[in-house]
């Protein structure tokens, strides 16, 4: 069966400082794979897809980036981080059957 | 383009009384529409989903929605409401078939009295 990991489950970290967020799925191939947002008290924002190892798709322009290096591992940094990037950060991944199955999450909190 | 509005921000019912979460989407062919639910401080488990095949679908932990292309919706009921049922539930189309992203709904909050 497939499941999806996401470290680490929490971050605490100072603004300005570089972030690195990391998924991996295991137990199936060239999953389509995605990163979305959730602010507090808000809806699901997508903010980045991928189809395929260095194929990544960006939704809304912002300091952060994705990077996908491997098949089964998709990876979310940024440079600087701004108060404003504090939230619950989902990883997903689908096939073509279309639903699209989560991981635990990671919550980010800039300070 | 596809959108996605959930009618109620929170819900609170009693526990062995129904639950009706509605949802109303809006999309310009036969859309993918899914219920997730998230409990705090976890990640989305899927609950159940449409895919133009029957229009009542059943899904798990007693939940069931019924896609009704004349009133756009996608209500997701449960005959009786479980303390354990308590959660965020989010109301989703699938956008478009290039991106392959979804659209959420804002999302509603269950809360199940004892």
């Known amino acids: 069966s497939q499941t999806i990991h996401q470290w680490p489950a929490t971050l605490v970290q100072p603004v300005g400082s570089p972030l690195s967020l990391e998924c991996t799925v295991e137990g199936t191939s060239n999953p389509n794979l995605y990163w979305y947002r959730q602010a507090a008290g808000r809806g699901l924002q997508l903010l980045f897809y991928?189809?395929?190892?260095?194929?990544i798709s960006s939704e809304v322009p912002q300091n952060l980036s994705a990077s996908r290096p491997q098949d089964r591992q998709f990876i979310l940094s940024s440079k600087k981080l701004l108060l404003s990037d504090s939230g619950f950060y989902l990883c997903?991944?689908?096939?073509?059957?279309?639903?699209?199955?989560f991981g635990p999450g990671t919550r980010l909190l800039v300070l | 383009a596809q959108s996605v509005t959930q009618l109620d921000s929170h819900v609170s019912v009693s526990e062995g009384t129904p639950v009706l979460l509605r949802c109303n989407y809006s999309?310009?062919?036969?859309?993918?529409l899914f219920w997730y639910v998230q409990h705090p401080n976890k990640g989305l488990q899927l609950l159940l989903k449409?895919?133009?095949?029957?229009?009542l679908v059943k899904g798990i932990n007693g939940f069931e929605a019924e896609f009704k292309k004349s009133e756009t919706s996608f209500h997701l009921t449960k005959p009786s409401a479980h303390m354990s049922d308590a959660a965020e539930y989010f109301c989703v189309v699938l956008m478009d078939t290039g991106r392959r992203a979804l659209t959420f709904g804002s999302g509603t909050r269950l809360q199940v009295q004892p």
């Open positions: 999309s310009s062919y036969s859309p993918s």
């Open positions: 449409y895919t133009s095949a029957a229009t």
């Open positions: 997903a991944w689908s096939l073509a059957a279309e639903t699209q199955y």
């Open positions: 991928s189809v395929g190892i260095g194929q």
